[in-house]
């Protein structure tokens, strides 16, 4: 039973944030990482969508964002940053009570501590998998995946200053995902979670502050095994 199986003597204190434009697959593996170490789970996507259905939005249906009604949020989000803002200062207050995985973009940049995954996946990749997910034309996804992203892309950029998918400079840990499955996402980041958090060989908070974070090892998506991919030098430039 994989439920709890990844239990962690000081979950209190533990802060993971899983962070990767639409399509990367992070909300996937942050909630099944919350749910093997035991930890809770906080989604921005879900706390947005939550203040959605709030103002009035019809928020059901799996690939709501990117449906008529969550374009119009989208765009209502546009208008007025403090919608954004308000969700923010909530993930924080659960950020700081520690034990918990999450599922963001705002929060890497704004959280003091915590470790901080990217997960990296080509546009032809993500939009493949809106496609396969929505029931769309391959260049429809690819034209609905580039609309969100430039307009979520300028929420973020003008509300904290921050390039979304450009700027990597908080990440600890850079994955790519292009060639690798769900269980194959899983697996790798429970070997460096298991590594370099649970059995103390690089303190959360230390790294935080550490110059690792300008030095995000990054972990390529080829055939060979996770072991060898989490060991990879790191890389000062993300390209």
Not at 33 to 49: E, I, P, T
Not at 184 to 206: H, T, Y
């Amino acid at each position: 039973m994989e439920q709890g199986s990844g239990k962690i003597d000081e979950k209190k204190k533990l802060v993971i944030c899983i962070s990767g434009m639409a399509g990367s697959g992070k909300s996937t593996v942050a909630k099944r990482l919350a749910k093997y170490y035991g930890l809770k789970y906080f989604s921005g996507g879900d706390a947005l969508k939550a203040v959605a259905a709030e103002m009035g939005f019809k928020t059901t249906g799996e690939g709501w964002w990117e449906t008529p009604e969550g374009v119009r949020f989208l765009q209502q989000r546009l208008d007025n940053l403090e919608i954004d803002k308000k969700v923010d200062e909530k993930l924080l207050e659960w950020a700081d009570q520690g034990g918990v995985v999450l599922d963001s973009w705002a929060m890497p940049w704004l959280l003091k501590k915590g470790f901080k995954i990217w997960l990296d996946a080509s546009e032809e990749t993500r939009a493949k998998r809106l496609a396969e997910r929505d029931g769309l034309d391959p260049e429809e996804a690819l034209e609905v995946l580039r609309d969100k992203e430039t307009k979520t892309k300028e929420i973020y950029a003008r509300l904290y200053g921050f390039n979304l998918g450009e700027d990597y400079e908080p990440f600890q840990l850079i994955l790519d995902v292009n060639l690798l499955s769900k269980d194959d996402v899983f697996e790798a980041l429970k070997l460096v979670i298991d590594k370099m958090v649970k059995k103390g060989s690089m303190a959360i908070d230390k790294m935080a502050s550490s110059q690792m974070i300008n030095e995000s090892p990054k972990i390529h998506g080829e055939k060979e095994s996770h072991e060898q991919s989490a060991t990879k030098g790191p890389r000062r430039k993300i390209h």
